[in-house]
């Protein structure tokens, strides 16, 4: 059994006129909803074993916030190139690549592609994946490589503005 947490990054910045995208860093919102969204999915009692980013720097960043909740090293993210504009082809090679060892993977990257590629994996749909959203399923194997055709069960959705109470 793997778990699958896929993560949009956090609220980035408009704010530098001529920044590439690629370069744009959280903003304080961002700053501040990375961290409470790590505490919540440590709260669900999930454990993390591998965090996978998008090299954009806004990606990184909201990684680098799921690390320290969880006790990784800043160097301990894996940057995949693929993540950054991701299709969902692109997607399913990064899971493929995973080594089996790793249990539970967190993997930050960007809207549109990751909310198309949330979508696809099971009945549940999702519009729009906000900024910090979790989107988290099981899925029923054992091999990365084998994640496009074994079963998949939603376990939750959850983002910063979502009310708990």
């Avoid at 949330?118 to 729009?128: F, G, Y």
């Avoid at 988290?136 to 998949?152: Q, V, Y």
């Amino acid at each position: 059994m793997k778990t699958l947490l896929l993560i949009r990054h956090a609220k980035s910045s408009w704010d530098q006129a001529g920044l590439s995208d690629f370069d744009r860093a959280l903003n304080e919102r961002g700053k501040n909803d990375a961290p409470a969204m790590a505490k919540r999915v440590k709260e669900k009692e999930i454990e993390l074993d591998h965090l996978v980013s998008s090299p954009a720097k806004r990606a990184r960043k909201t990684a680098k916030y799921f690390a320290e909740e969880f006790g990784f090293k800043k160097e301990d993210i894996k940057l995949v190139e693929g993540l950054y504009g991701a299709t969902q082809s692109e997607f399913l090679q990064v899971i493929r690549d995973i080594k089996d060892k790793y249990k539970t993977v967190a993997l930050f990257s960007h809207n549109p592609g990751i909310t198309d590629f949330a979508s696809s994996l099971t009945s549940i749909r999702i519009e729009n994946m906000p900024t910090c959203s979790v989107f988290a399923l099981k899925i029923k194997t054992d091999n990365w490589n084998d994640f496009e055709s074994a079963e998949k069960n939603f376990l939750f959705f959850d983002y910063p503005k979502n009310s708990l109470d």
